[in-house]
Structure formats: structure tokens, C-alpha cells
């Protein structure tokens, strides 16, 4: 097997990462035997799911109806089941954080940036791309496909691209939510509760 050299490889994906990505491929080798993979063996199970799969079916079996609590929860709802102890729970939540969709301008500076990869852009359809997405219209996961298509070009130029000309996506920062993980199970008892009776 061949060697990794981390500190290498780190260098090559912080300057070109589509590049890293394709020759690190390598690296990796294919089994010897992959008949072995598919052997068909029982995986082993972890008891403590195997535990609550027998709670489950016990209390399926004595009649219980099952529901599942939500998992996010607003924190007006957090406050609303704790009363006044509410901020001492919400002292051990995790709240949940999004990144903002930046607006994203085409100047004349980008433009040349894109032609000295010899990439001739439309300026509307790109400017359109990117007011899409800053509406939500473009979802984050397609947003590189959709920059090759629009500038007629690989993907792994467009991940360059991206990178390089519009560095105002790499200096984003996760903005707060209302939401929370749910801390305790009884956090999302009133939201159980309206749903199965109104």
C-alpha cells in the first residue's frame, strides 16, 4: 500500500482541491479478495439497541401506541414546557446555526478573472445563477453543477472557479437560530402531545 504523506496532500487540496482529489484516488487500493465483502456473514449487533428494540416491541405488544418526539425544538417551546427553569436548559442546548446566502456581485473584475481561464461568460445568466441561489431557488449541493453548466465547463473547473473568484462564500459565518437539539425528551412533550390530540 502506498504511503500517505498528510502534510502533502493537505498543500495540493489548499491550493488546487479538485487536482488533490483525483490523484490522491490512487491512494487508495482495491481489496485483493472483494468476493470476501460479500460473503454474506451475520454483523454483529450493539446491545444497547438491541435493548430498545425489545422495550419497543414489549410496549408495541401491551397496546402503546408509538410516536417520536421531535427533534428540533424551538427555544419559545423550550420556555414554554420549563417556565422558569427554561433558561437553565436552554444553557445546556445546542443550537442549531445556517450559513447565509451571501449576495453575490459580478464585477467587471470577476469577469476578467473568468476570461484569463478562458472562460467567456455570460454576465446575466451568471448574474442570474447566483441571484437563484441567494433566493434558495439553487440548492448549496448543486450549486457547483449549476455554475459549470451555466459557463460551459467540467465541474472540477467550476469547484476552482468558485474557490477562487468568489471568496465571499469561504468568508461566510454560521448565523444563530432559534432552534435547538432536543436537551430532554419532555422538551418536545407539548409538541406530541398537540399532534395526537389537537
Not at 487540496?13 to 472483494?34: G, K, Y
Request: glycine share 6%; proline share 4%; aromatic share 12%.
Amino acid at each position: 500500500m502506498t504511503r500517505w504523506k498528510s502534510k502533502k496532500i493537505i498543500k495540493l487540496a489548499e491550493n488546487d482541491f479538485e487536482r488533490a482529489w483525483l490523484d490522491t484516488a490512487s491512494l487508495i487500493q482495491e481489496p485483493s479478495h472483494v468476493e470476501d465483502r460479500y460473503r454474506g456473514e451475520y454483523g454483529k449487533s450493539n446491545f444497547l439497541y438491541e435493548t430498545l428494540y425489545k422495550l419497543r416491541e414489549a410496549y408495541l405488544k401491551l397496546g402503546f401506541d408509538e410516536f417520536v418526539n421531535p427533534i428540533f425544538i424551538e427555544e419559545k417551546e423550550v420556555k414554554r414546557q420549563f417556565g422558569p427553569e427554561a433558561l437553565a436548559v436552554l444553557d445546556r442546548c445546542f443550537y442549531l446555526a445556517g450559513l447565509p446566502r451571501p449576495d453575490v456581485g459580478l464585477s467587471q473584475e470577476k469577469l476578467n478573472l473568468l476570461e484569463k481561464h478562458g472562460i467567456q461568460a455570460d454576465r446575466n445568466e451568471l448574474q442570474e445563477l447566483l441571484h437563484r441561489y441567494k433566493k434558495g431557488e439553487v440548492d448549496g449541493d448543486d450549486l457547483i453543477k449549476e455554475l459549470a453548466e451555466t459557463l460551459k465547463i467540467e465541474d472540477s473547473l467550476a469547484t476552482m472557479i468558485f474557490s477562487e473568484i468568489f471568496p465571499e462564500f469561504k468568508e461566510l459565518k454560521p448565523r444563530p437560530t432559534n432552534l435547538t437539539l432536543r436537551s430532554h425528551m419532555t422538551s418536545g412533550w407539548f409538541l406530541t402531545l398537540s399532534s395526537m390530540y389537537g
